[in-house]
């Protein structure tokens, strides 16, 4: 199933050519896993049509006071217009993974320069120096996951995390101290430092602010991924059957990249 798993959106799309539709037609009837890959992503396609976008919802609705019930349907209907079309741009947009490159530094030039005569003299250390003996290389402040499939969809999430900045209306209720730990988490784990993640969002969660526990709960999925991906399974099925939660479709999305 791997050599088609790229080719399952464009079949899903009608964006393959004649060769490669009867191929993929002629492996699906044989590869029961590719069968089930391309059921999982025609329903993602059918549910994400229908989800509401909480991230949308947050910052651009308000929540609606006695006063004003009797429009509360008519601007739901707008807003709701409004999420779908964006569901669908977010859908079908392409995933732009390429950084831009860093510019280079201009090397400032070395006022306290050796002159060439003193250049020439070398010092030998004696044999057995303590200098003559290679240090052992520094391990590198950086997580490495044992599974290359993980850390390949780990990578490709993080990369779309953005900085959490919600505007609250109504009843509820901004806090500020909440939003900051889970931008740290975002940061962090961007960094590969996922491990150092874990303490904040367990602290979110610990919290039992609503509103930010659907974000702690998948950027929490996120950085066992890389340090425990059986536990980070688990909590993305938790994710995935929760048909409430703002992340169930990217937790759907992932577990199928993780089969």
């Keep these: 199933m ?34 089930e890959a391309v059921e999982e992503h025609r329903a993602i396609i059918e549910e994400i049509n229908g989800m509401r976008l909480r991230q949308i919802i947050k910052k651009n609705l308000q929540k609606p006071s006695p006063q004003v019930w009797a429009d509360w349907r008519l601007w739901t209907l707008a807003a709701s217009l409004l999420i779908f079309t964006a569901a669908l741009v977010w859908m079908y947009m392409p995933k732009q993974s390429e950084a831009e490159p860093t510019p280079q530094s201009t090397p400032t030039p070395n006022t306290n320069e050796t002159p060439i005569a003193s250049q020439n003299k070398v010092d030998v250390p004696p044999i057995n120096s303590p200098s003559t003996n290679p240090r052992p290389p520094q391990p590198k402040n950086q997580e490495l996951p044992v599974d290359p499939k993980a850390s390949l969809a780990y990578q490709e999430v993080v990369n779309q995390l953005e900085d959490l900045d919600y505007t609250l209306m109504g009843d509820a209720k901004k806090d500020v101290e909440l939003e900051k730990q889970l931008n740290q988490a975002i ?31 998948w950027l929490l999925s996120l950085a066992w991924l890389v340090n425990d991906p059986a536990k980070s399974k688990v909590q993305l099925q938790a994710i995935a059957q929760n048909t409430v939660h703002s992340y169930r479709i990217n937790a759907i999305r992932l577990l199928s990249k993780l089969k």
């Design 187 to 217: 940061a962090l784990l961007k960094s590969n430092k996922s491990k150092a993640a874990i303490p904040l969002l367990e602290k979110v969660i610990s919290a039992n602010n609503a509103f930010y526990q659907d974000d702690a709960d």
């Design 2 to 35: 791997d050599n088609y798993y790229d080719q399952i959106e464009l079949y899903l799309e009608d964006e393959l050519s004649v060769t490669e539709r009867v191929a993929f037609e002629a492996a699906l009837q044989q590869d029961l896993l590719l069968q």
